[in-house]
């Protein structure tokens, strides 16, 4: 049983590390398509708001979508079991 935080430690590290990735990977991909949309190097409201419809709706996101979905579950469950044990 004393071994059960540090675990969840280690687990809530990497659970927050892939989450981060993800989110940085997905705006970054929303930042490119709303540049090549607008053809300037910092699009305007109008395009980033086009662009992360896009990133909602569109097929081609489908698994970047439920990859950060199920990131963010893990990491709240990993959450959830660190302030149980604690």
Do not use: K
């Not at 990977?25 to 910092?42: E, H, K, T, W």
């Not at 970047?64 to 604690?86: G, H, K, N, P, Y």
């Amino acid at each position: 049983m004393d071994m059960l935080p540090a675990i969840l430690n280690a687990l809530l590290v990497l659970a927050v590390a892939v989450w981060a990735y993800l989110v940085f990977a997905m705006v970054m991909d929303q930042r490119r398509d709303a540049g090549r949309r607008s053809r300037q190097p910092f699009a305007g409201l109008r395009d980033e708001g086009r662009s992360w419809l896009h990133w909602l709706r569109s097929s081609d996101h489908h698994r970047a979508r439920w990859r950060l979905v199920w990131a963010s579950l893990i990491l709240l469950a990993v959450i959830a079991a660190r302030t149980l044990v604690t």
